[in-house]
């Protein structure tokens, strides 16, 4: 059997194809580190939802610019990037964006080496990303409970999460929402998909990194004693090259740098030790 995983960017200026490189560079480590793996083990999907915002965050620093004499353009367009898909999501795309998660998991179950009711997944989410599929999982999660069997009719295993086989978090901002009132953040969502094999879920594990320079990112074990249960690790990683390993910039350094895809590489080898129980 396959480990399928989705991958969800944080940035709304992000482009499609955002995570090819990553794909990639994870495949190449996952494969050379041992005899008898292959790359189709791995079977990656993106959830993208850039093109929902980036028209309208590009607008603005257009318009707020107009006089040609803002400084640090980098960082601003950095924090409007964040900021902005944040208001965005709060006020009026929350189900946009999550109709795309929605729309990616539903193609992801038609790939042909996926089996929509028992294929692991794992979630690797960037960023705000990290945000929207805590919501969406929760979302989903919240109406299994109030079913009777904790089953949604007419939903497979993998598109409700109980396949689920652990959470990549990388430049995560989730200790920041917190702190607004009615946060879910005291209930979290459950990582261990109840319709997995239980050698996986005795494996399945939360992973956050973060650059110590990245000021959008955050530990998570500390939020509170909930997350500190949940959180496997939070892993101080440094990424980003020569221009941006040292300052905030650093925010979008995680798709290419080795100290982030090497760990995950190793995460997805962990997950699949020994699958021959999964035939």
């Not at 996926?114 to 979630?123: A, C, H, R, Y």
Request: hydrophobic share 35%; charged share 25%.
């Amino acid at each position: 059997m396959k480990l399928a995983i989705a991958v969800i960017h944080g940035m709304g200026s992000a482009d499609q194809f955002f995570s090819v490189e990553l794909k990639h560079r994870i495949t190449e480590e996952y494969v050379s580190e041992e005899e008898g793996r292959h790359e189709d083990d791995l079977i990656f999907q993106e959830i993208y939802w850039g093109d929902l915002v980036k028209d309208q965050q590009k607008s603005l620093i257009e318009k707020t610019n107009y006089n040609e004499d803002l400084t640090y353009l980098n960082l601003r367009e950095l924090f409007v990037d964040f900021s902005g898909s944040t208001l965005a999501y709060r006020s009026t795309m929350y189900d946009a964006i999550h109709a795309r998660v929605k729309q990616s998991l539903a193609k992801m179950c038609t790939h042909r080496r996926i089996d929509p009711e028992n294929t692991p997944l794992v979630v690797l989410a960037h960023s705000f990303g990290s945000v929207v599929m805590s919501d969406y999982i929760y979302d989903v999660q919240k109406k299994q409970a109030e079913t009777a069997d904790g089953v949604i009719d007419g939903v497979s295993n993998f598109e409700q999460f109980r396949t689920l086989a652990g959470v990549i978090t990388f430049g995560s901002p989730m200790a920041l929402f917190s702190l607004q009132q009615n946060s879910p953040f005291d209930k979290t969502i459950n990582i261990v998909g109840a319709g997995l094999p239980e050698k996986i879920q005795s494996r399945v594990k939360w992973n956050n990194y973060y650059d110590k320079d990245d000021i959008i990112a955050y530990p998570l074990k500390g939020i509170n004693d909930a997350y500190g249960e949940l959180i496997n690790g939070d892993y101080e990683i440094n990424v980003g090259g020569a221009a941006t390993s040292w300052n905030p910039a650093c925010h979008n350094g995680y798709w290419e740098d080795k100290d982030f895809y090497k760990p995950v590489a190793k995460y997805f080898a962990e997950l699949r030790a020994e699958h021959t129980f999964w035939e």
